[in-house]
T-cell receptor, first 114, second 114 residues
């Protein structure tokens, strides 16, 4: 079945470091791909998305490129801030049996130290 | 502003008791979803609904029930049959028919056992 595998956390970095969180997926069709962020005690917020191969999603300095050849959607940011500390979820959206469903990775907890 | 409202933020359940979690949206979305999140894990789909008066089981529906009498509302009941209900519950909504559209999430309800 469809699945998403994320880099295991937790990830701890210093402020201004470069961030990569790996995400790979398995899907039978052509999914849309998303990154969501969850701050402590809150729900999920959409961070960025890409809907077809070679699309690049970007927001708040974060970027991810839809790579069909490697079935990947890695999240990157050039210089992280303390406020980026959160849990990040990679997800794919597929139509399954007439319904559109999101399939999530297990999440990666990111902590940025000043 | 449009959004999704979940209430209450914290909920406690006694043994043998049913409890109902509220989810209301004013985004005019047709589809609504309930997820369960356990510590250190991704989200698992409990139930979803694509239209009023219709809903389908997700991956972990046992011990839960839902109703969809209005487009704006999708309450989740955690029944006494759910033996391990302690978790963070998230409600989401989305447009139907557009696979590139994201799901929007509420801020969640944290359920604990007394």
């Amino acid at each position: 079945g469809d699945s998403v595998t994320q880099m295991e956390g937790p990830v701890t970095l210093s402020e201004e470091a470069f961030l990569t969180i790996n995400c790979t997926y398995t899907a039978t069709g052509y999914p849309s791909l998303f990154w969501y962020v969850q701050y402590p005690g809150e729900g999920l917020q959409l961070l960025l998305k890409a809907t077809k191969a070679d699309d690049k999603g970007s927001n708040k300095g974060f970027e991810a490129t839809y790579r069909k050849e490697t079935t990947s959607f890695h999240l990157e940011k050039g210089s992280v801030q303390v406020s980026d500390s959160a849990v990040y979820f990679c997800a794919l959206k597929m139509e399954i049996q007439g319904a559109q469903k999101l399939v999530f990775g297990q999440g990666t907890r990111l902590t940025i130290n000043p | 502003d449009g959004g999704i409202t979940q209430s209450p933020k914290y909920l406690f359940r006694k043994e043998g008791q049913n409890v109902t979690l509220s989810c209301e949206q004013n985004l005019n979305h047709d589809a609504m979803y309930w997820y369960r999140q356990d510590p250190g894990q991704g989200l698992r789909l409990i139930y979803y609904s694509q239209i009023v008066n219709d809903f389908q089981k997700g991956d972990i529906a046992e011990g839960y029930s839902v109703s969809r009498e209005k487009k704006e509302s999708f309450p989740l009941t955690v029944t006494s049959a759910q033996k391990n209900p302690t978790a963070f519950y998230l409600c989401a909504s989305s447009k139907v028919g557009q696979i590139n559209q994201p799901q929007h999430f509420g801020d969640g309800t944290r359920l604990s056992i007394l």
